[in-house]
């Protein structure tokens, strides 16, 4: 989960695989900003996560983290868009990152570019904001786009073509960083100004 002491892939300072970040921890989430990761895949399905694999990944991005308290090695990993809203320049760095795909995701995310933020394992999960990468606050959403009403869109879409049929969150839900396709970024845009179905 996301700590404000240390800073992601692009910003100033001297952390790379083996240095260690100002907090005196080993940063391993950094790689200079322009270079892509490329990762395997598992699975035989073409999912928007799978189908950019080598290439110039995405421009959009959906970013999951914890609203509400929980223990981790006795640290507490709770961070929502509030608590990046509180930060200093509203801006903090994505770290905590485990799963090898994921980590791949965050190298490859280029400063600027779109995320949502959403808020993960919690009594209704669900996106919560737009955030920038280095991950920066931009604002709330007009309205809590919640799991339950994407993935309605999502099981409407497998059948019908729709932009969300082969979405990350539905396809790789473990993924905490998952690329989203320009179409599914945009569609879930269009959400905001509509009532929940």
């Known amino acids: 989960m996301p700590k404000p002491r240390k800073r992601l892939a692009g910003a100033a300072g001297p952390a790379g695989p083996d240095n260690k970040g100002p907090a005196g921890k080993r940063t391993k989430t950094k790689n200079p900003v322009g270079t892509s990761a490329t990762m395997g895949n598992s699975s035989p399905e073409k999912t928007s996560a799978s189908k950019n694999c080598g290439k110039n990944l995405s421009s959009y991005w959906l ?3 914890e609203p509400e308290s929980r223990l981790e090695k006795g640290v507490d990993v709770k961070f929502s868009i509030e608590d990046l809203q509180a930060q200093p320049k509203q801006t903090a ?3 905590g990152v485990r799963n090898y795909q994921a980590r ?8 600027e570019q779109e995320a949502f933020f ?7 999960p669900g996106i919560a904001g737009l955030v920038k990468v280095d991950v920066q606050f931009v604002r709330m959403m007009k ?3 919640t799991l339950a009403e994407l993935k309605t869109h999502y099981q409407a879409h497998k059948t019908t073509g729709g932009p969300l049929k082969n979405m990350a969150l539905f396809t790789r839900q473990r993924l905490s960083i998952q690329p ?5 970024f945009d569609f879930i845009l269009s959400l905001e100004e509509k009532e929940p179905s």
């Open 63 to 65: 970013m999951k983290s």
């Open 93 to 95: 760095c994505w770290d």
């Open 104 to 111: 791949n995701f965050l190298r490859a995310m280029q400063l």
């Open 118 to 124: 959403y808020h993960s394992n919690c009594k209704e």
């Open 143 to 145: 309205r809590y786009i």
């Open 180 to 184: 989203l396709t320009p179409e599914e």
